[in-house]
């Protein structure tokens, strides 16, 4: 049982609070997911000819200056950097292969968890709330974050086991549920070259869009065979430059609750000039849950409502709380 958050800001008004409208979003999940906590934010894109690599380290006290210093002066290339805990967010002109591969050779305890030319990934095991405070996340500006809360139940509760996990340039994946055939599926990807750090399932399912996109696969083809070749129950959100997509297996029984309104979404449409976030009526149509709205509420409480619903829900349905699943 994990818990996935996102929000798209489509009035540009509200860029500079991205981070101050998402971390209680992200805190509201902690039942969800008190073990660990991530975030994908997209923000202050660089020039074509640069490239943002989030890192992390396991250690603490890691000398992030030295690390610049030495890949200015090994790889001739600019390099500017921004510490946020035991994460850095590097900006380097260098060419991007030769980057990462001396950024993987450099340290066995420093990650590469992110890179592209608008995305930052930070994750961290610890409550929620203490994540978001761990990396200022109250304070980033941006135009849309995913984010998730992760209560392990099948691997090891790790930095390295948090969501997101990065998929390609500018993408990443969180997820709610379990894949039942992820070993199999492990195994003929590190058969074709892929590497893992994780014994998480949802590392497997990122790997696979990471090897379907190499193999010259578009966004959408990739999200397509996610639901072809993954078994199991799930709900996938995939993070990218422009927006994000809400993938769900065919049973679709991880919940998925989308709302919008003129000025924030999950998905990234028109910009609007004003505010009116609304508290959600409902209407049913069949199978299919509608949204309606009054005016005078942030996403914030819009999340809230939606997952106080939730549990009293699970509650009927499954009073002994033995419903989960993995992450």
């Not at 610049?68 to 921004?82: E, H, I, P, Q, Y």
């Amino acid at each position: 049982m994990c818990g996935i958050v996102g929000l798209y800001l489509k009035n540009i008004i509200l860029q500079p609070t991205l981070g101050a409208l998402f971390e209680p979003m992200l805190i509201e999940m902690t039942d969800r997911g008190p073990d660990s906590a991530g975030f994908a934010i997209y923000r202050d894109s660089v020039g074509e000819s640069h490239t943002k690599f989030t890192l992390a380290s396991g250690d603490p006290e890691a000398n992030w200056a030295s690390l610049r210093d030495d890949m200015a002066k090994t790889l001739g290339c600019d390099v500017r950097f921004d510490v946020r805990g035991d994460h850095v967010v590097i900006v380097t002109d260098g060419d991007f292969g030769t980057v990462q591969g001396w950024l993987a050779e450099y340290c066995d305890r420093v990650r590469v968890v992110g890179s592209g030319r608008v995305i930052e990934i930070f994750k961290q095991t610890g409550l929620p709330k203490d994540v978001a405070e761990r990396f200022g996340l109250a304070k980033l500006n941006g135009s849309h974050a995913i984010g998730h809360t992760r209560m392990a139940t099948e691997s090891a509760v790790t930095t390295q086991g948090s969501h997101p996990f990065a998929t390609g340039l500018d993408l990443c994946l969180v997820h709610n549920g379990s894949l039942s055939n992820h070993n199999s599926l492990r195994r003929r990807l590190e058969h074709d070259g892929s590497v893992f750090q994780t014994e998480n399932d949802t590392e497997v399912a990122a790997g696979f869009m990471t090897w379907k996109l190499s193999q010259g696969a578009s966004l959408r083809e990739a999200l397509e065979a996610v639901l072809e070749e993954l078994d199991g129950f799930f709900t996938f959100c995939v993070g990218t430059a422009n927006g994000f997509a809400v993938v769900r297996d065919s049973v679709a029984c991880k919940h998925a609750v989308i709302a919008e309104t003129d000025d924030w979404s999950p998905w990234p449409r028109s910009t609007a000039p004003s505010l009116t976030c609304q508290v959600p009526q409902r209407r049913r149509f069949g199978n299919q849950r509608r949204t309606q709205y009054t005016p005078g509420v942030t996403p914030t409480d819009y999340a809230k409502h939606r997952f106080a619903e939730s549990r009293r829900a699970l509650r009927q349905f499954d009073p002994a709380g033995t419903a989960g699943g993995h992450q």
